[in-house]
């Protein structure tokens, strides 16, 4: 943890020699007063402790928002608690060697700016080389993201400007001038990030404003200024930004008045040497600096969440109508006042706080001071790196033997209920398919009998509630795992479960999906003898699943609604892919050819460059890249097929990044809590993926590694391959056995604790 004193000690004389140009390039501004200071030191110490709160964050947003906070509270002399530095780089450190043992890009914009400014070699935090992802330019798809490269290129030093970086600058210069537009403001090319799409950007650029893009693109060229392209393209930027300006001296994000463009265009300023007084930034009296100052508050209400003062944006939620001015403020953006919950002439706008932004604002301008006893920063420790090769059937065993574990100290359930829902028996018959899907279709028989009867003890204890023997109450996903138990869905209990599947006015279109997956799942000939027509029941889903596609090939479940949809909820890759996998076996249909077609290049057109698939968030999502593994499967598509590989990665490579050693396959790395303190995230939040969609991903990687990965021209499909490796031996078998006791366990144990969480 410790570097030599003498190297310790030239670092930080460098860096607070350094201060005065590193935080601001601007003249000396005398208009820093006690007010400003007093905000000040309030934010700093705010800022400060929520990165000491989520440092430990999984989530590469959370990473990053620390990181430029960081670099902040550095460059100003902020009092920040003893350690407070050397812990952040050891959190830094650690995520770095989590990332590479996963196996994923691990690029954090500002990390290299960061620790070049605490005097740190950023060719080697603990073992890490900074540079290391710039060496991969390609998998940055953000234009933000590719200006924080340019930036981080800049602050590298004489390391960032070898040979070796030379093509790169130049392509990240190009880059960004071709965003400029003749307005001079610079507009997204890439794609768009989640709030743009939530707000109608996209679909409508010219209503809005690029007031943090336009600045933080003119901050980014501000080092090549000799350049007569440059120049002239940041004189452009600069001219825009003042026609801009409002006359609070704030800027627009979006529509609506916004600290993080007013943080931007402070930081802008002082890159520039622009003073903050200049008379192309100061409307009605006012500067960029009152404008963001408009937006800090010492207290908010008293019984409000901390931390309830610093600077804030309206937490405004968007709402889309379709046609004209259809983007709309959400009434859910009303909060009532905590001393006066039960008046709703109290109602005020939601606020989320914003003090990293601002802290970055009012660093910008704040004179440099050395402050007394500011912190060091030393080297942190290698992170327990491992190698990132996955030995699929040992991860099996080992789930195998923590799931046993768990069913001896765990809930099983006792099966005394009156009433099992509708739900709870779908999710029951799901992890029965995936049990029966590892074993190649084939249950032991002892296996088989034991979960007969369950199901027959639970849907005869329900039946009368869910069906009546009469109603058509549809559980998705039964038929296919009573027909893996070698049951009989027409007559379990007294009871016809075939009946719902013909009649499709009686469920939820929704479950057209899986309800066509439990109708393909009865041979035909069941289903002549039952008088029904196999081929017009599958055009009838069809259609009913048809409906939700879009032009552009996605499935939407709000593609046919004309009324209220909430816009972020797009990009429904999983849905996507869940859809297709259905279809799959009537794509001799020419029209759901087509459709899958249309389909296939959506989701090709979506990959993200580490060949995983975006979740509704626009980041990598584990359970949208396991849907898209098995319509591939399902479609007997290769994993190498250029359509579904992105900068030399596949499906399957990018799902052997969503593993974590000690915590199994994550949903998602966006993880607001330590990896360690899972339990600490309220249950819909819950990141893990349940077990049988551990199972189904091992199943898949397990396949891929062994170069089986689809139909292997004898008609086997993934699961027949592995599940006959496993049974081969009697250990195999016995590992079988035991899989299936307790992902049935576990499944049921998940369940116990929701419930228990949420009491």
């Known amino acids: 943890m410790k570097r030599q004193l003498t190297r310790l000690l030239t670092a930080l004389l460098a860096v607070i020699l350094l201060l005065p140009v590193t935080a601001q390039a601007v003249p000396a501004w005398d208009g820093w007063t006690a007010e400003l200071e007093a905000a000040y030191q309030t934010v700093s110490g705010l800022v ?293 919950p039960d008046d709703r002439g109290k109602a005020v706008e939601r606020r989320t706080y914003i003090n990293e932004a601002g802290l970055i604002g009012l660093c910008s301008v704040r004179p440099a001071v050395a402050v007394a006893g500011t912190p060091s920063a030393s080297t942190p420790e290698k992170g327990n790196r491992q190698d990132n090769a996955i030995d699929y059937s040992e991860l099996l065993q080992a789930q195998s033997a923590d799931y046993a574990q768990k069913l001896a100290e765990g809930y099983y359930g006792d099966g005394n209920s009156t009433i099992v829902s509708e739900g709870a028996l779908s999710h029951l018959a799901k992890e029965i398919l995936s049990m029966s899907e590892v074993g190649g279709g084939k249950l032991p028989e002892e296996q088989r009998a034991q979960l007969e009867s369950l199901v027959e003890m639970l849907s005869g204890a329900s039946g009368e509630y869910l069906m009546g023997r009469k109603a058509n109450t549809y559980s998705p996903v039964l038929v296919q795992a009573m027909k893996a138990l070698d049951m009989d869905p027409a007559d379990v209990n007294g009871m016809d479960f075939l009946a719902p599947l013909t009649n499709l006015s009686a469920m939820d279109t929704a479950e057209y999906r899986e309800a066509l997956m439990d109708f393909d799942s009865v041979d035909a000939s069941m289903w002549r003898k039952r008088g029904v027509d196999a081929d017009t029941v599958v055009d009838k889903y069809a259609a009913g699943i048809l409906q939700y596609q879009t032009a552009d090939g996605q499935f939407d479940p709000y593609a046919s609604y004309s009324g209220i949809v909430t816009p972020i909820l797009r990009d429904y890759v999983q849905y996507t892919a869940e859809n297709v996998t259905a279809l799959a076996p009537h794509a001799d249909k020419e029209y759901i050819s087509k459709a899958i077609d249309r389909a296939i290049e959506y989701l090709s057109s979506v990959q993200l460059s580490d060949g995983s698939f975006p979740g509704m968030t626009g980041t990598s999502n584990g359970e949208a890249t396991l849907a898209v593994l098995e319509m591939m499967e399902a479609l007997g598509i290769s994993l190498d097929d250029p359509r579904f590989v992105k900068n030399g990665n596949t499906a399957a490579d990018a799902m052997k990044t969503f593993y974590v050693d000690g915590v199994g396959f994550l949903s998602s790395f966006e993880v607001e809590a330590p990896l360690d303190d899972l339990g600490s995230l309220p249950v819909y939040a819950d990141p893990v993926m349940d077990a049988s969609a551990a199972v189904s991903a091992l199943t898949y990687l397990q396949a891929a590694e062994n170069g089986k990965f689809g139909p292997d021209g004898k008609g086997n499909s993934v699961f027949e391959i592995v599940g006959s490796a496993l049974t081969e031996t009697p250990l195999g078998a016995i590992l079988l056995a035991v899989i299936i006791v307790v992902l049935l366990a576990f499944g049921m144990i998940r369940r116990y604790r929701r419930i228990k969480k949420e009491q």
């Open 48 to 340: 400060a402790d929520s990165v000491s709160e989520s440092r430990d964050y999984l989530s590469a947003a959370r990473q990053e928002t620390n990181t430029k906070a960081v670099y902040a509270l550095w460059v100003s002399g902020a009092d920040v608690p003893e350690g407070f530095y050397n812990e952040y780089l050891q959190a830094l450190a650690d995520w770095l060697a989590l990332a590479e043992q996963r196996g994923r890009y691990a690029y954090i914009p500002g990390a290299l700016r960061t620790v070049a400014a605490m005097g740190l070699d950023v060719t080697d935090l603990a073992g890490h080389d900074l540079l290391e992802p710039l060496r991969r330019p390609e998998m940055v798809e953000a234009d933000e993201d590719r200006l924080d490269m340019l930036l981080d290129l800049d602050a590298a030093g004489d390391a960032g400007k070898t040979d070796e970086f030379s093509v790169l600058r130049e392509q990240l210069l190009t880059e960004a001038l071709a965003r400029q537009q003749d307005s001079g403001e610079f507009r997204y090319t890439s794609q768009w990030p989640a709030e743009l799409k939530q707000k109608g950007v996209a679909a409508e650029p010219d209503r809005f404003d690029y007031i943090l893009l336009t600045a933080k693109s003119a901050q980014a060229l501000a080092p090549y200024q000799s350049r007569p392209e440059v120049k002239a393209a940041i004189e452009k930027a600069v001219s825009y930004l003042s026609m801009q300006q409002l006359d609070s001296g704030g800027f627009l994000r979006f529509g609506e008045e916004d600290v993080e463009e007013d943080a931007a265009v402070l930081e802008m300023l002082a890159a520039l040497g622009i003073s903050l007084t200049d008379e192309r930034f100061t409307k009605d009296g006012h500067t960029v600096l009152d404008g963001m100052m408009g937006w800090y508050q010492e207290s908010y209400f008293d019984g409000a969440p901390a931390p309830g003062q610093g600077f804030y944006r309206h937490d405004i939620l968007w709402g889309y109508r379709g046609s004209g001015d259809a983007w709309y403020a959400s009434s859910s953006s009303l909060m009532s006042d905590p001393d006066a």
